[in-house]
């Protein structure tokens, strides 16, 4: 399970933060010197460089010049601090006119496009969105994510839960590309030198009377990808059975028809 998760802050408070309705009364504190939207970029750019776990209070002031109780002036805590990362990249997120196109098309680009922000934001994949947050970027986001399954004939229901399916399945290839990437960064040989180094045991462990099916298939999906995982086939193997999944549902194939007897 993840260990960070979006809604963990007060939740009026948070929807005020990032709806940027917080100039309603005095404020305390010291002046500000930065605006929220400073804060929020600069805890970003400290998530992409170091991972969501360096992305303390302590580490934020620092990297924006501000002391530490100085921070609070302008976000709670990290609860509501991660509300506001999140809905700031979804924000960003390019939403081009897609409305000509054929939906599985429509579909394909915006599983690439949250590919692409996991990509750049690989913390952003770890992050649990149960309880999402319900900021403007977040609202934008949905509202054109839903569009690409307009003329598909889906009910309201039924299409969220379309939606749901296509950004689980890619956020679930992200965190294993992830995965992979860190592994390989962590070690010192590549995939390559790896399986030649190991060659030799693994031919005399790895019993082909024993293990027929696995030995075969793992040597023929290893020599075709240099390696155990392969994220990108991984991603379009999987992407084009999700969109086969879906076709299913929105053109369904003609129910058999039985003679009269």
């Known amino acids: ?127 649990a969105t149960g309880r999402p947050p319900l900021g403007p970027g977040l609202m934008a986001k949905y509202e054109y994510e839903l569009r690409a399954f307009d003329d598909t004939g889906l009910d309201d229901v039924t299409r969220d839960a379309a939606l749901t399916f296509v950004l689980d399945f890619v956020r679930a290839a992200a965190r294993s590309a992830a995965e992979a990437r860190s592994a390989r960064q962590a070690s010192a040989w590549t995939d390559e030198q790896w399986w030649t180094a190991n060659a030799p045991l693994l031919a005399e462990v790895l019993d082909e009377r024993r293990y027929p099916t696995a030995v075969r298939v793992g040597a023929a999906a290893g020599a075709a990808h240099n390696a155990a995982y392969h994220p990108d086939h991984a991603y379009t193997f999987g992407l084009t059975r999700v969109l086969d999944s879906l076709t299913t549902l929105i053109n369904p194939p003609p129910s058999p028809t039985h003679p009269s007897p």
């Open 1 to 127: 399970m993840p260990d960070h998760h979006t809604g963990g802050g007060d939740p009026a408070h948070t929807l005020r933060l990032l709806w940027r309705r917080t100039e309603d009364g005095p404020r305390r504190g010291p002046r500000q010197g930065r605006s929220l939207d400073d804060i929020v970029r600069a805890a970003i750019e400290l998530a992409d460089r170091e991972g969501l776990d360096a992305v303390t209070m302590r580490a934020l002031a620092k990297a924006v010049g501000v002391a530490p109780m100085t921070l609070y002036t302008y976000v709670p805590g990290k609860a509501e601090l991660l509300d506001l990362m999140l809905d700031a990249l979804y924000a960003d997120m390019p939403r081009p006119d897609r409305s000509g196109e054929p939906w599985r098309t429509r579909v394909a680009a915006l599983a690439q496009d949250n590919r692409e922000l996991f990509a750049a934001h690989p913390w952003a994949a770890e992050v």
